[in-house]
């Protein structure tokens, strides 16, 4: 089992840059890949980025391409989402999640963070 607890959400101004956290719980928390989604009003819930148990490999919605981070410290049982030059269609409530591959990132989710840019 692994609990998720995200923070780091709030108000910015288009162009500005947030950090998202999310402290997982667990003593496998290591052996899981973590990622991000994001869901806004009226919309389904879309992944943005995740990255595997070693940290190697990376995936990233093109959406956020060259604007997004995804990085994690095992250390600190943390995964953390860097998000640059915001625009206010990425207002949403942001979700981290974990699995065991990426075809089961889905199996455990954090309880979200609301994001909200202005323009």
């Known amino acids: 089992q692994v609990q998720l607890v995200e923070s780091g959400g709030g108000l910015v101004q288009a162009g500005g840059s947030l950090r998202l956290s999310c402290a997982a719980s667990?003593?496998?928390?290591?052996?899981?890949?973590m990622a991000w989604f994001r869901q806004a009003p009226g919309k389904e819930r879309e992944f943005v980025a995740a990255?595997?148990?070693?940290?190697?490999?990376?995936y990233g919605a093109d959406s956020v391409k060259g604007r997004f981070t995804i990085s994690r410290d095992n250390a600190k049982n943390t995964v953390y989402l860097q998000m640059n030059s915001l625009k206010p269609e990425d207002t949403a409530v942001y979700y981290c999640?974990?699995?065991?591959?990426?075809?089961?990132?889905?199996?455990?989710w954090g309880q979200g963070t609301q994001v909200t840019v202005s323009s």
């Open positions: 999640a974990a699995g065991a591959s990426m075809a089961t990132i889905r199996t455990y």
């Open positions: 667990g003593r496998t928390y290591s052996t899981y890949y």
């Open positions: 990255r595997s148990s070693s940290g190697d490999s990376t």
